[in-house]
């Protein structure tokens, strides 16, 4: 998949080049102390310009515009980005400096990538705080990182300019070189100390699209073969001199307090050297178990005998909550949306649905862990933060430290699906408050808490269990006559920090992000919030994982009615005002061969379109019905991001994101609470695509210029739907229900 019919320009020794380079993942004092010795040091803390009093212009930048924190040029010409996000899968460690790397014209060959941690220049340039998150990495750092490559890039041209007594202007540079019109030429390396003179400049001349040689071609992950060949180190993989290990016991009903403890067993366990009960962050108490190793711990938490208090908490029943949301969503409440509704009740064709979404677990294959080492100075913490800001001021509160005082060593992740970066910081409150207690205890040495696979399925935080009603009444032609909407949901901001942004007139916008727009439909949506006993908060494309669903199903159910083409319906109601979502939806259908060739028998076409986080995946399926059971055999992605900066990552993005709406459509993909408990606890209870669930796919780009937006979740949303059209349209009935419900 290529992004449009240039990638002759890119240099056969990339064209053909399979060995990715070494991603370095050293801790941030390490990478000083390198970076010290020697080369274009552009690295030290407090930020500087360059290492030197700072010029006037250089005065005006912000942290995040300076060079100084974002990379250094070793004497062997070796370029170190580093990285102001958490690398957990989406290529951010690739894609961003290879857009820093395209401004300098450095040499991807010798491109290296580290991650940042909370120092001020690390935050999000439009958010103005440290996160991953939203698929905004690239969306809003693009420009940034542009700029950062070409002021350093000015500044090796001034540099080799002085050295050669010629003026800047007539010097150019290629593949991590300056040359001279002469025929003279120099190394990146060879000029790094002498850059470091130079003045940073403020204004920079960015290249023309057309200039890309990097950007914007299919390019291999610096990180591809350490994964793959099982080298990467994670979070969890962390071990420092002396490193202890902890595990948790956490009550079975969120927020329930302990009656007793009897620790006698789990003391006698070899291995173990303390236990003690700890305040958790989402409420009640825990018991935590250190030992020299996992292993011990988890076998001392066996031995645990706990009596816990689960009188004064609310013990959820999903199906008693189910009744409880159909009470609620007959009742008025507040309005987002408030079209007039008086054509509801003459309109010739009439649609009444209810649709149910289950919660859902992040489950990602790293499990939550954290590091905490305390010092006389302070703490360092290790762990996989998608917001090490937020995490180190939470952990200062917690330690009585000041938040200066506190250094994070942001570790690669295994996954993350949102579940790193919730307005409550427990895996990192919880680790920070057991290490406290090891140091109270006469322990001094680094804590690392783990948790299981099941403690990670059952300690909170979901994707809420959502209820929807609609009453859509239409005429023959498909015409949408009224829209009457109702969404029953728990708030996932409320009670957060970000709730001041999110939560407006009683409603929370992430539950209703994806409702109606781009379709000029006359909608009246309203919007209940109960409290329920469930922790909840981001879930891979937040409200779109819902609200995308209901839409694209009930729209195709309004063309089946009417006997009009799912495609052409679309169109037709997208006009002439979305050219990014038709362009999509047409791709899609232009490279799966919709309409133009025999599907085999027993199959069907499914279709769905959806806009988020700036991007809109539109996909067109072929499915099949086998033994009851709907089977997927093929996805086709039309995909329209503007610019993509690696279609190689737009396309792994893509596909794992339809991987996860896969997984809420198989029986199985479903978190259920009885008498509140959580019943599912591992991959043998909570269903995941295994690899013969999975479909032939493609990922096809729109060639757009502009400047990128998100691709780490767009991916998401309209899979589920595409695959239940099709599925409509094999059983002549709707599917309402998540995962899918044939019976």
């Known amino acids: 998949m290529f992004l449009n019919d240039t990638d002759s320009m890119l240099p056969p020794a990339l064209q053909s080049r399979t060995e990715p380079a070494r991603v370095d993942a050293v801790s941030r004092r390490t990478f000083l102390k390198i970076a010290g010795a020697g080369g274009f040091t552009l690295g030290a803390f407090p930020l500087r310009a360059l290492a030197q009093d700072a010029p006037s212009a250089a005065k005006a930048l912000k942290p995040n515009q300076q060079p100084s924190a974002f990379l250094h040029i070793a004497p062997d010409g070796v370029v170190t980005v ?52 939203g698929s905004a990495s690239i969306r809003t750092s693009f420009t940034q990182y542009r700029e950062l490559g070409a002021r350093a890039r000015a500044m090796l041209i001034a540099a080799a300019a002085q050295q050669w007594k010629l003026e800047p202007s007539t010097l150019r540079t290629l593949t991590g070189r300056v040359m001279a019109p002469d025929g003279r030429s120099v190394g990146y390396g060879e000029l790094a100390r002498a850059a470091m003179a130079q003045e940073v400049p403020n204004q920079v001349t960015l290249k023309r699209p057309s200039e890309f040689k990097l950007i914007g071609r299919p390019t291999t992950r610096l990180d591809a073969k350490a994964k793959s060949s099982g080298r990467q180190d994670f979070g969890i993989d962390v071990k420092l001199p002396g490193q202890l290990t902890a595990v948790v016991a956490r009550p079975p009903v969120f927020g329930a307090g302990l009656r007793s403890v009897d620790d006698t067993a789990a003391r006698a ?7 003690f009960r700890i305040p958790i962050d989402l409420g009640g108490e825990a018991v935590a178990v250190i030992a020299d190793g996992y292993w011990p711990a988890h076998q001392g938490r066996q031995a645990l005998k706990l009596e816990w208090n689960t009188e004064s908490v609310e013990k959820v029943d999903s199906a008693r909550q189910l009744a409880q949301y159909r009470e609620l969503a007959v009742k008025p409440g507040p309005r987002h949306f408030d079209a007039d ?32 080492r305390i010092t006389n100075e302070g703490a360092e913490i290790w762990t996989g933060s998608q917001m090490p800001g937020v995490d180190a001021d939470e ?14 060593n942001v570790r690669s992740s295994g996954g993350g699906f949102g579940r790193r970066a919730m307005g409550h ?15 109270k205890a006469g322990i001094d040495a680094p804590v690392r808490m783990v948790w299981s696979r099941e403690d990670d399925m059952r300690g909170g935080f979901y994707r809420p269990m959502h209820l929807h009603r609609a009453r859509i009444g239409f005429d023959g032609q498909g015409r949408i006559l009224a829209w009457d909407h109702v969404v029953v949901a728990q708030s996932i901001t409320k009670g957060t920090l970000f709730e001041k942004f999110m939560v407006k007139e009683g409603i929370d916008r992430t539950a209703v992000e994806g409702m109606r727009d781009p379709y000029p439909v006359p909608m009246r949506l309203t919007v209940h919030h109960p409290d329920v006993n469930v922790p909840v908060h981001w879930w891979r494309s937040v409200g779109s994982t819902h609200t995308a669903y209901v839409m694209e199903t009930l729209l195709d159910e309004i063309a089946r009615r009417t006997d009009k083409d799912p495609v052409a319906y679309r169109l037709e109601l997208l006009g002439d005002k979305f050219p990014r979502q038709a362009a999509a939806l047409r791709l899609a259908v232009e490279k799966s061969g919709y309409g133009a060739k025999q599907l085999a028998a027993g199959r069907a076409w499914g279709v769905a379109m959806h806009e988020c986080f700036g991007s809109v995946v539109a996909y067109v399926v072929e499915a099949s019905i086998n033994a009851g059971k709907p089977v997927l055999h093929r996805a086709v992605a039309g995909v329209h991001c503007n610019l993509a900066v690696n279609p190689r990552t737009v396309e792994a993005q893509v596909q794992g994101s339809a991987v996860m709406a896969l997984a809420m459509c198989l029986p199985g993909g479903a978190i259920t609470l009885k008498d509140g408990v959580v019943e599912q606890g591992n991959f043998g209870e909570y269903a995941v695509p295994r690899i013969t669930d999975m479909p032939e796919f493609e990922v096809h780009v729109v060639p757009s210029a502009e400047p990128p937006t998100g691709m780490g979740e767009p991916g998401l949303p309209p899979l589920a739907p595409a695959f239940a ?15 899918f419900q044939l019976a």
Not at 395 to 408: C, E, R, S, V, Y
Not at 425 to 439: F, G, N, S
């Open 82 to 133: 580093t990285v102001n996000r958490l690398e957990f899968g989406q290529g951010v460690q690739t894609a961003l400096p290879m857009i820093l790397a395209e401004e300098l014209d450095a040499d991807w060959n010798n491109v290296r990538s580290r991650l940042g941690d909370q120092a001020p220049a690390y935050a999000d340039p439009v958010r103005g705080m440290h996160l991953t998150g």
């Open 269 to 275: 366990v070899p291995g173990v050297k303390a236990v």
């Open 341 to 372: 509704m008086a054509p509801l009740t003459t309109a010739p064709l009439q649609i009444e649905a209810e649709f149910t979404f289950p919660y859902l677990a992040h489950a990602s294959m790293e499990p939550l862990n954290c590091t905490v």
């Open 395 to 408: 952990a200062a509160k917690t330690l009585g430290l000041k938040p200066d005082q506190i250094q994070m």
């Open 425 to 439: 910081r427990d895996y990192v409150v919880d680790a920070c408050r057991i290490a406290q207690e090891a140091k």
């Open 725 to 739: 059209n099709a599925v409509a349209r094999l059983t002549g009935k709707p599917v309402r229900q998540l995962p």
